[in-house]
């Protein structure tokens, strides 16, 4: 018994002299930011391992719902959002217009590039979008996701402009012009990147 009391005691102590401890003293957290000037400087010029400028097409599908299964099925690892979850969080009664889910992203939606650079382009969610140049955003061709939007011109799902990405594939986008270059997923059309050239 006077073991236990003595642990406890030992214990109650250690507790005590962590909470009353001086913050001052301790260790920097390693993921505090310690330039957030940098960091978003960083985001806005997304490089992937090789150096290379890019843009990620994300979603978070689970692939153990097969309530995905008739429109194309979910190829994600560790995805946990259900088709039900997806469409629970279409629309919000504080808009009149899609919302989408948030996870269903083109990452980063905002990227500046220098004039000549390449931009890779790569699908690595487990669902099929689309990477489509667009004059303006606007909705897609699946009408059920459209909602409260007009359909942009080049979402039609026979042009070749459309540039399907099932999951895992990729493309690269070469001597874009000076400018701002829109680009949608015409198939969930609240995921966008706008790429700006200087």
């Known amino acids: 018994m006077s073991i236990l009391r003595r642990s406890l005691a030992s214990l109650i102590a250690s507790m005590v002299l962590t909470a009353c401890s001086d913050p001052a003293d301790e260790a920097p957290v390693a993921n505090q930011l310690v330039n957030p000037t940098a960091t978003a400087s960083a985001a806005l010029h997304s490089r992937d391992a090789h150096g290379s400028h890019q843009v990620a097409i994300l979603d978070d599908c689970d692939p153990n719902d097969p309530d995905w299964n008739p429109t194309g099925g979910c190829v994600l ?15 919000s009664p504080l808009s009149l217009s899609v919302v989408g889910h948030p996870a269903w992203r083109m990452e980063p939606s905002y990227l500046r590039v220098s004039g000549g650079t390449s931009v890779r382009v790569s699908n690595d969610g487990g669902r099929l979008h689309t990477f489509t140049k667009v004059a303006q955003f606007g909705g897609g061709f699946v009408p059920p996701l459209n909602i409260g939007l007009t359909q942009a011109p080049e979402c039609v799902p026979a042009s070749p402009n459309v540039n399907s990405l099932p999951p895992g594939e990729r493309l690269q986008l070469n001597n874009l012009s000076a400018g701002n270059h829109r680009y949608q997923c015409c198939i969930h059309p609240w995921m966008r990147a706008l790429i700006k050239v200087g």
Do not use: N
């Open 77 to 91: 690892r560790g995805g946990v959002v259900t088709e039900d979850e997806f469409g629970v969080l279409l629309t």
